[in-house]
């Protein structure tokens, strides 16, 4: 396949299950916000009618408390008519309030004026039920004699346990439209509030043509069958709307919510259209940006092909026109300039260490030969020349010492070749470090003495590792040494052993001419050493301080070397992990 078709079916591959999963997540993210938009309905219709039972709980609480009023018990009704007058300028949806006999006659009512004929009782059904229980009861609304909507609630006035007269409010529908009100429910919903007949109360919409009539037949169904839920019904104006519904246990009235289906369905209908939208779209700029991307690319891509077929035949670089296109292209291109620098570079490298092993056999040699020479040359002498006995000791002595030397250069090549090939062996045990310092020192101190050099020692007599006595002494003797060599004639040179914490630390200063800051960070490399040259002042193959790194860490410890400056000396550091073996 092409380019342009490669990239199409990698667009289209990544594009698809983008979409679907777009789609899906637009669905259930839809569901979880149907399940809350539900549950928040049912919570707020029976919040609603909580309220609707607390508007009703005090209006029968109000009426009870003026039941039990000592004018009602006296007979004293004028006085009593008083004091349900002040009651009333209380209470503002309230239209009257009325005192009937047993029998259904108006005893009191303050809406009627004094000497007018009183009216028949209305809604004879709650009152019926207040004589019959001799508790509360909240009548439904109806018309009263005037044509105004409303509904009572009566309380029985009980003396010796019997009804002897029943007192009730007359109150406004506007008292229970008020909490519709207040709960802010937005204006496309409709809210609703029904007594126990299910007759409508207060409502946020239609409330002149409405109140009074029964609720819609689908909702006096539904509300047979449960207390409270969630439907999709229609409304009295015959709108299908969602439906969050609830009823009191205690009043029998209720609160419905009309959710227009617009409100929950136009989200998930506005995002998958959106979805579906967008994927066409992108699926079109996809097949358009795959014919030309793909033309772009592959007009560079086939004159870096010929550039490259020319670049192994030639072992040339690829030509300037190979480079244009994309940044891949033009990245490929570059790495065949990158790749000769590289090459460059390798043969540089691979020169440079040819160099340093040259200088390096030729370092050995030069220090293999001198022993050699001093060795063989008093050898000659003592086989062709009678010597008196003191010069007979001091070729012995020579040729013992360099002897020595030659033997010290051997051991430190095999113990390099060893640490480097892991064959390196330590016998491990408590060891306290006084006797293997003190030893290093006598090794070392002919050599100081001989170029009046101070040694000086402050030993910490209970510091104790655990470790390899022999390879510590020569971490000691190969510090000392090197700081014997370095150090000027009267000079000083000190060792100083200390627990700090869980560790030892073996300190071994000096006030020799310092460690060149360039090669301080390289100090304790292999053959590494300040001045290389066959000409140098101080001999060695640069091995000692890579010995004492490496000895070292095969303890667990570390090492580090510091400088303060030209001609102020060095100092190293070795730390150990200090054994657990507790103080003699």
Same mark, same amino acid.
């Given at each position: 396949m092409k380019i342009r078709t490669y990239l199409l079916v990698f667009a289209l591959a990544i594009l698809l299950p983008m979409i679907a999963f777009s789609a899906i997540a637009v669905i259930a993210f839809d569901r979880q916000q149907r399940a809350a938009v539900e549950r928040g309905g049912v919570e707020t219709a029976r919040a609603l009618v909580n309220a609707v039972d607390r508007e009703l709980s005090a209006s029968l609480t109000t009426l009870q408390t003026l039941a039990t @009023?000592?004018?009602?018990?006296?007979?004293?009704? @004028?006085?009593?008519?008083?004091?349900?007058?002040?009651?009333?300028?209380?209470?503002?949806?309230?239209?009257?309030?009325?005192?009937?006999?047993?029998?259904?006659?108006?005893?009191?009512?303050?809406?009627t004026p004094p000497g007018a004929a009183q009216i028949d009782l209305v809604e004879p059904e709650s009152f019926q039920t207040v004589l019959r229980t001799a508790r509360p009861a909240i009548g439904r609304i109806t018309a009263g004699p005037r044509g105004r909507q409303a509904f009572a609630v009566r309380v029985p006035v009980v003396r010796d346990g019997a009804v002897v007269s029943v007192l009730t409010g007359v109150i406004q529908p506007a008292a229970i439209a008020q909490i519709l009100t207040t709960q802010q429910i937005p204006t496309d919903w409709v809210g609703t509030v029904f007594d126990s007949t299910r007759t409508v109360?207060?409502?946020?919409?239609?409330?002149?043509?409405?109140?009074?009539?029964?609720?819609?037949?689908?909702?006096?169904?539904?509300?047979?069958?449960?207390?409270?839920?969630?439907?999709?019904?229609?409304t009295l104006e015959g709108a299908p709307v969602y439906t969050a519904y609830s009823r009191s246990p205690v009043t029998g009235w209720g609160v419905g919510l009309g959710i227009p289906p617009a409100t929950i369905d136009g989200p998930l209908r506005r995002s998958?259209?959106?979805? @579906?939208?967008?994927?066409?779209?992108?699926?079109?700029?996809a097949v358009v940006l795959s014919l030309l991307v793909g033309q772009r690319i592959a007009r560079p891509v086939a004159a870096l092909s010929s550039a490259v077929g020319a670049f192994g035949r030639r072992q040339t670089a690829p030509p300037p026109a190979a480079r244009k296109g994309p940044q891949e292209v033009a990245a490929v291109a570059r790495a065949f300039d990158e790749a000769l620098q590289s090459a460059q570079s390798a043969r540089a490298e691979a020169e440079t260490a040819n160099r340093a092993k040259d200088e390096f056999l030729a370092l050995l040699s030069h220090e293999l030969r001198t022993p050699l020479n001093a060795v063989y040359g008093w050898a000659r002498i003592l086989r062709t020349t009678t010597l008196e006995p003191t010069r007979i000791e001091r070729a012995l002595d020579a040729i013992e010492r360099n002897a020595a030397a030659q033997v010290r250069l051997i051991e430190d090549l095999l113990d390099i070749s060893r640490i480097v090939t892991g064959k390196m062996r330590l016998?491990?045990?408590?060891?306290?470090?006084?006797?293997?310092?003190?030893?290093?020192?006598?090794?070392?101190?002919?050599?100081?003495?001989?170029?009046?050099?101070? =040694?000086?020692?402050?030993?910490?007599?209970?510091?104790?590792?655990?470790?390899?006595?022999?390879?510590?002494?020569?971490?000691?003797?190969n510090l000392a040494s090197n700081a014997i060599k370095f150090t000027p004639s009267r000079g000083r040179v000190t060792i100083d052993v200390r627990r700090v914490g869980g560790s030892v630390e073996i300190v071994v200063s000096d006030t020799g001419p310092g460690i060149d800051p360039a090669v301080l960070?390289?100090?304790?490399?292999?053959?590494?050493?300040?001045?290389?040259?066959?000409?140098?002042?101080?001999?060695?193959?640069?091995?000692?301080?890579? =010995?004492?790194?490496?000895?070292?860490?095969?303890?667990?410890?570390?090492?580090?070397?510091?400088s303060p400056g030209e001609n102020q000396g060095a100092t190293f550091v070795v730390t150990l992990p200090a054994s657990q073996a507790p103080d003699p």
């Open positions: @009023a000592r004018s009602l018990e006296r007979g004293d009704l @004028a006085m009593f008519q008083e004091d349900a007058r002040r009651v009333l300028a209380r209470q503002r949806s309230w239209i009257t309030i009325t005192l009937f006999a047993p029998t259904g006659r108006r005893v009191m009512d303050l809406a109360v207060a409502r946020t919409r239609g409330i002149e043509a409405f109140i009074g009539r029964s609720v819609s037949p689908e909702f006096t169904q539904l509300l047979s069958t449960s207390q409270e839920g969630w439907a999709i019904i229609h998958l259209w959106a979805v @579906a939208g967008g994927g066409v779209g992108f699926l079109v700029a016998e491990l045990r408590s060891v306290k470090l006084p006797a293997v310092v003190e030893a290093a020192l006598d090794s070392v101190r002919p050599a100081a003495e001989a170029k009046g050099i101070r =040694l000086e020692s402050v030993i910490d007599p209970y510091a104790g590792v655990l470790g390899d006595p022999d390879r510590l002494q020569q971490i000691v003797w960070p390289h100090v304790f490399d292999r053959f590494r050493q300040g001045d290389s040259t066959s000409t140098r002042s101080h001999g060695g193959l640069g091995l000692g301080l890579a =010995l004492v790194r490496h000895l070292t860490e095969l303890h667990g410890g570390q090492v580090s070397a510091s």
